[in-house]
């Protein structure tokens, strides 16, 4: 079976476990976490250093990534939580050796 083309990605950075929370959706996740790791791109992560990956989807076409990063944003923050801990009941930072 063929690579797809493009992939996207939606994803659940925090601070802490249980900290803030960000939902983002790129088109390279791992040049996106690289960027939210340096603090290299103004705005929200950046002020709050919110750095690590605790969840994330992938999805072949854009429109479906968009879409879940709309309603995962719509969520309230009880199910967020309960989406990374279905996955990541720890917490763990799941890129923190991509970059080594």
Do not use: C
């Amino acid at each position: 079976m063929l690579k797809p083309k493009h992939q996207y990605a939606v994803y659940i950075l925090t601070n802490k476990k249980n900290g803030t929370l960000y939902i983002g959706m790129t088109n390279n996740l791992e040049r996106r976490i690289f960027e939210h790791k340096n603090k290299s791109v103004e705005g929200f992560t950046k002020k709050y250093g919110v750095d690590k990956l605790v969840y994330f989807e992938v999805y072949q076409y854009v429109n479906d990534a968009i879409t879940r990063e709309k309603r995962l944003k719509s969520w309230n923050r009880q199910w967020k939580i309960d989406l990374i801990e279905e996955e990541n009941s720890n917490w763990k930072d799941l890129a923190y050796d991509w970059y080594d």
